[in-house]
């Protein structure tokens, strides 16, 4: 191994027999009379080890060796004591001021051959090291800065949440730097309020990948008014695309509409959600009922939603399975029973205490696991607008028919959800109204025109199975119709829509629900219960009229 090396010594014939004896080994060599010249010519030409004399005039080895040593802070400098000097104290602070290793003059060549290799050796590895500290510094530099945009543009991806603490508390306690859960909420600008929790497979920076498109699919959509079914079709297209195979979102989407009288939930994946009321405790175990955000792809994913009917004195509860799936140093999870046990405790929030009895549960424990926590109060938001008249005083009529040309290519449940919408006062209404036009639509066009049976959906790929058969009959469908009425009387604030099929109907009993040999519409028919005022149906089943009432 060829060296530079730096021979300090005062005594010419020193320094030239040194200089011959390691050039024969291949070395190069640089000279310095005594210690100043020394440190002057290290400056220049960063020599890979240091021979140096004890006693020598203007700065001597002591002096010296500490000033070389403090050129030289990052990468191992070998000095070796070549001195005359035998008295031990005299060798123990040539050791002491910086020394690596001493040789007393007269000098064996062979030994401080074997003493330059071996110092050489340990330089070689000090300088390798260095190279991988300066990499690792760049990297770690790389990753902070990273974070710091990340972390921008993931509270830039949150910043349009919608803040009201007196309906909506939440909680995150991510198990990383990065959440890997995400909590968004929206305010439409009729009054309805949105909540979304996702909770992406694993937890930190990997998890946290699907919060940018996610955030601002969900405020586009909610800006729009959109039904829940629609937010969630439209993330799932979203994460389906964007996601690999091994990982998806459970989420939890809710809607509470602008006077507080109803919700709409999809859940898929996530653990149960609670209709709390906080004088009776919990009203409603609602199970996740769907595949996690992101698994299926558009033709199987099922957007079927339930609708309950709330008062102000109820809350809404979600979590993720970081709050039951909680460890403590004993192994023991925290569970349902634990949580049902403090949701049942009637307080006003319930997040206060649930985060308190968490910290106490999991001890001093690591925890794995994001958690986050949202509490949706049942509560009426104050728009600006309010104050003001807001329904038009004008009848409004719409007509709409369908033939089979028709039905095959368009989808008309957007332009005539927009176009009722445009009657004043309307607007607030838009996520009920889409709601009851496209679940009484898709019932018209599946199971009357169509003549679909919903049963196949309970089978194996039954999803799957059902939206191939559909398309299957769409693409030969012929001679038949579906026609839209619409009709808004201003005297008693009631919007009517009317949906006729060319279909065979159904047998309707007495109480406008259908026969047991007919459960298709079962779904539908409760979803529109819950929303409309009144929901009727004609003698052959072929026909629905609904009442919708726009409460202020």
């Not at 030969?476 to 949906?499: A, G, M, S, V, W």
Request: aromatic share 8%.
């Amino acid at each position: 191994m060829a060296l530079k090396i730096l021979v300090v010594d005062d005594q010419n014939i020193n320094r030239t027999i040194l200089t011959r004896s390691l050039e024969l080994h291949g070395h190069s060599v640089v000279t310095a009379a005594n210690g100043q010249e020394a440190i002057e010519q290290y400056t220049l030409e960063s020599p890979d080890i240091v021979l140096l004399d004890v006693i020598m005039p203007v700065m001597d080895g002591f002096e010296t060796a500490p000033r070389l040593k403090a050129l030289s802070p990052t990468v191992y400098l070998p000095i070796i004591f070549l001195t005359a000097l035998d008295d031990q104290n005299s060798l123990k602070e040539c050791l002491e001021v910086g020394g690596d290793d001493f040789l007393s003059k007269p000098f064996d060549q062979v030994i401080l051959a074997a003493k330059i290799e071996a110092h050489a050796r340990t330089r070689e590895l000090s300088i390798k090291t260095f190279q991988q500290k300066k990499k690792l510094d760049y990297y770690k530099y790389q990753t902070e800065r990273e974070f710091q945009i990340i972390e921008h543009i993931y509270e830039r991806a949150l910043s349009d949440n919608f803040i009201n603490e007196d309906i909506i508390t939440t909680h995150l306690a991510p198990a990383e730097t990065f959440n890997g859960d995400i909590v968004l909420t929206a305010l439409s600008p009729s009054g309805n309020v949105y909540v979304f929790l996702g909770d992406f497979t694993g937890h930190g920076l990997a998890a946290s990948i699907g919060t940018l498109p996610v955030s601002k699919a969900f405020y586009a959509l909610t800006r729009k008014g959109l039904s829940v079914p629609d937010i969630a079709n439209e993330i799932n297209k979203i994460l389906y695309s964007l996601l690999p195979t091994e990982m998806f979102c459970a989420a939890a989407i809710v809607e509470m509409n602008y006077s507080a009288t109803h919700i709409s939930i999809w859940a898929g994946g996530v653990p149960d959600l609670y209709l709390v009321n906080k004088l009776t405790g919990v009203r409603e175990v609602i199970e996740s009922q769907h595949m996690p955000l992101g698994v299926l792809d558009n033709q199987e994913f099922d957007d079927e939603i339930e609708v309950y009917k709330i008062e102000n004195t109820d809350r809404v509860f979600i979590c993720s399975d970081g709050v039951i799936e909680l460890e403590n140093p004993h192994g023991e999870l925290f569970g349902e029973e634990r949580l049902r046990s403090i949701l049942s405790d009637g307080n006003n929030s319930c997040v206060p205490s649930l985060i308190k009895t968490l910290d106490v549960f999991k001890e001093n424990a690591r925890q794995n696991d994001d958690i986050t926590i949202i509490e949706l109060k049942c509560q009426k938001v104050k728009l600006p607008s309010q104050s003001d008249p807001i329904f038009s005083k004008i009848p409004h009529q719409y007509q709409f028919k369908f033939n089979a040309d028709d039905i095959k290519t368009v989808n008309p449940i957007d332009e005539i959800t927009e176009s009722i919408c445009s009657i004043k006062g309307v607007l607030r209404h838009k996520s009920n109204i889409f709601l009851i036009l496209s679940e009484a639509y898709n019932n018209a066009l599946e199971h009357g025109v169509l003549k679909m049976n919903s049963a196949l959906k309970r089978q194996k790929d039954g999803f799957f199975k059902y939206y191939a058969e559909r398309a299957e009959k769409l693409a030969t469908l012929e001679n038949h119709f579906i026609d839209i009425k619409i009709n808004y009387r201003p005297n008693f604030h009631i919007l009517n829509i009317e949906i006729t099929d060319s279909g065979d109907g159904f047998e309707v009993n007495s109480n406008t629900s259908f026969s047991n040999e007919n459960d298709d519409f079962g779904r539908g028919i409760k979803l529109l219960n819950e929303i409309a005022t009144e929901v009727r149906y004609n003698k052959a089943g072929n026909s629905v009229s609904i009442d919708y009432l726009l409460l202020e």
